[in-house]
């Protein structure tokens, strides 16, 4: 099992509220990434992160943010809701292998709705 | 740029029957491959992987892929479906170099066992 932890699993907010989606992973990866995936449709990638301190935009354009302040934390943030971010939310991460990158290994998704 | 092309949107198969879902790639260098599953509201799990040697590698609950580098194809196999096996199959292809952005990640087979 992969040490890889979402909270909340399901959340259902109003319109124009800030929410946080927490990732948090104690496997001590350098790398963790968060991705955003409609009902049935494909894996896009919104942000990831080499290390602390490091953040970069994914494929593709979201308009929340994220930080990685501590190696094992990396929260996802939007300052206002709207129906349009309603999606699921997975976090993942990955360690530097000897001959380049493992696996990623995934949480259990935060499904969030905006009503 | 890399991508991952999975033909097959859906597939049902009758419970004990062979599987096979099929998977392409177009990267420009050695791929890094892997095939992950998804049940319904769930994060990824990890299948099978292969990066270098031995073409046929063998995963977690009976699964098996083949990478054929001549056809650009990394295809998933089990001998005999379980029903437990109904879920949405994800094959990725990413760089053995250390880049963050490391999976791409096709569109997603369906898969529907009946009794």
């Known amino acids: 099992e992969a040490d890889i932890y979402q909270t909340p699993r399901y959340l259902v907010i109003g319109t124009g509220k800030k929410i946080t989606l927490e990732c948090s992973q104690t496997?001590?990866?350098?790398?963790m990434y968060w991705y955003q995936q409609d009902p049935g449709m494909e894996l896009h990638l919104i942000h990831y992160?080499?290390?602390?301190?490091?953040?970069e935009k994914g494929d593709l354009s979201s308009e929340s943010t994220v930080s990685r302040i501590r190696t094992e934390h990396f929260p996802l943030t939007l300052e206002s809701a709207r129906p349009s971010h309603t999606s699921q939310y997975l976090c993942?991460?990955?360690?530097?292998?000897?001959?380049?990158?493992?696996?990623?290994?995934f949480g259990q998704g935060t499904r969030l709705t905006v009503v | 740029a890399q991508s991952v092309t999975q033909p097959d949107i859906h597939i049902t198969v009758s419970e004990g029957a062979s599987l096979e879902l099929r998977c392409n790639y177009s990267?420009?260098?050695?791929?890094?491959l892997f095939w992950y599953v998804q049940s319904p509201g769930q994060g990824l799990q990890l299948l099978l992987k292969?990066?270098?040697?031995?073409?046929l590698v063998q995963g977690i609950k009976g699964f098996e892929a083949e990478f054929k580098r001549s056809q650009s194809s990394f295809n998933l196999r089990k001998p005999s479906v379980h029903w437990s096996d109904a879920a949405e199959y994800f094959c990725?292809?990413?760089?053995?170099?250390?880049?963050?952005?490391?999976?791409?990640f096709g569109s997603g087979t369906q898969l529907t066992v009946l009794p």
């Open positions: 990267y420009g260098a050695t791929p890094y």
């Open positions: 993942a991460s990955s360690a530097q292998g000897a001959r380049g990158n493992t696996e990623a290994f």
């Open positions: 292969y990066f270098s040697g031995d073409t």
């Open positions: 990725a292809v990413g760089p053995l170099s250390g880049s963050a952005r490391q999976l791409t």
């Open positions: 496997m001590g990866h350098d790398k």
């Open positions: 992160s080499y290390g602390v301190n490091s953040t």
